[in-house]
């Protein structure tokens, strides 16, 4: 029997061609130019990815023996679903594998802004002593509003309640009885913008969250609300932000996801550069332990369906062939 052959184009830790190659599997992991994946896609049925590699219509055509797409990880912006779907291929995604990362770089923000950590330190590594300028405040006492309820928004809920913080939020799939038992008081949109002190999305981005925060929502915010976006760019309208940070409505903001990335554009030297911000380069689930969980678990997801096993972690719907 020929063994199936499975292509890993992006760097991902060793651990997801181990396991592939311990179950019978012919796995090539290299980066390939676009030119030369278009050549050589033909000869696989398996294509594992992170985010580098794009998995466009003309790939998804060549790829005339391609069953699955696996993505290392939650988004799937870089794969044409539509056209996977035509062509019957499954795309998969690992998204429980990034959850404690992304949850604790959140709170991990909330927290450095609440004390100006980024810019305290800059300013004593150029040699001051700023104490009175870095003045910051508690968290405690304060209101969390946590867009999206899922994995992630639990977790970040479950360890900002140690700071004292009352965790309020919504979510249009979870019931609040649900919420309620990892303490989360869920509650319609309109009713968590007046309250909040800190917001921060865990969604996905589709038609319906793009620009959820925008100039109509920070005017029915506290002034000096606080905003966190860990999840995907654009649910946080960038340029009313930047005019929010300006005129003081919004009270800071902490972005580890943009709407171009890498930030080129000339408005993101302004947005970047206010000294109520802080950006990280989409890093969370950057960390050694998500990185080998999510390619430990697109592993078994591939070996589960190529051996025509019940699986997790579809994000398209296809013909399953008996």
Same mark, same amino acid.
């Given at each position: 029997?020929?063994?199936? =052959?499975?292509?890993?184009?992006? %760097?991902?830790?060793?651990? +997801? ?8 599997? !012919?796995?090539?992991?290299? =980066? ?14 398996? &294509? ?22 696996? *993505? ?16 019957? /291929? ?18 991990? &923000? $909330?927290?450095?802004?609440? *004390? ?42 479950? *360890? ?5 913080? =009352? ?5 249009? $799939? ?14 319609? &949109? ?19 969250? =793009? ?9 029915? +915010? ?5 905003? /966190? ?25 902490? &972005? ?6 890498? %930030? ?10 206010? %000294? ?14 998500? !990185?080998?969980?999510? +390619?430990?678990? $697109?592993?078994? !997801? ?21």
């Amino acid at each position: 029997m020929v063994a199936i =052959k499975i292509l890993i184009s992006d %760097p991902l830790d060793p651990v +997801c061609g181990e396991i592939l190659k311990k179950n019978g599997y !012919q796995v090539d992991q290299v =980066k390939l130019t676009k030119e030369e994946l278009l050549a050589t896609i033909n000869n696989y049925e398996g &294509l594992i990815v992170r985010s580098e590699t794009k998995v466009t219509a003309e790939v998804l055509e060549a790829g005339s023996k391609l069953q699955i797409v696996g *993505r290392a990880g939650t988004g799937t912006d870089n794969i044409d679903l539509d056209v996977a779907t035509k062509h019957n /291929v499954l795309v998969m995604n690992t998204p429980g594998g990034n959850t404690l990362s992304a949850a604790e770089h959140t709170c991990i &923000l $909330i927290a450095s802004m609440a *004390r100006q950590i980024p810019a305290a330190c800059a300013s004593m590594k150029n040699g001051a002593w700023d104490r009175k300028l870095f003045s910051g405040h508690e968290l405690y006492g304060k209101t969390l509003a946590i867009l999206g309820l899922g994995r992630i928004g639990k977790e970040v809920a479950l *360890r900002m309640q140690s700071y004292g913080m =009352k965790t309020i939020g919504f979510d249009p $799939i979870i019931p609040g009885e649900v919420t309620k038992e990892f303490g989360v008081e869920s509650m319609p &949109l309109e009713e968590i913008w007046p309250q909040a002190d800190y917001i921060t999305v865990h969604t996905p981005l589709i038609p319906q969250t =793009k620009h959820m925060i925008n100039d109509e929502v920070f005017n029915k +915010c506290k002034k000096g609300v606080r905003l /966190v976006n860990v999840a995907r760019g654009g649910i946080i309208d960038e340029e009313s932000l930047l005019r929010n940070l300006k005129s003081g409505q919004c009270g800071g903001a902490g &972005l580890d996801v943009f709407v171009q990335e890498p %930030p080129k554009s000339e408005y993101y030297k302004e947005l970047l550069g206010h %000294p109520n911000m802080i950006c990280t380069p989409h890093l969370g689930a950057s960390t050694a332990e998500a !990185q080998r969980r999510v +390619c430990e678990e $697109i592993a078994e !997801q591939f070996i589960q369906f190529f051996k025509g096993e019940e699986f997790v972690g579809a994000v398209n719907k296809i013909n399953i062939k008996a």
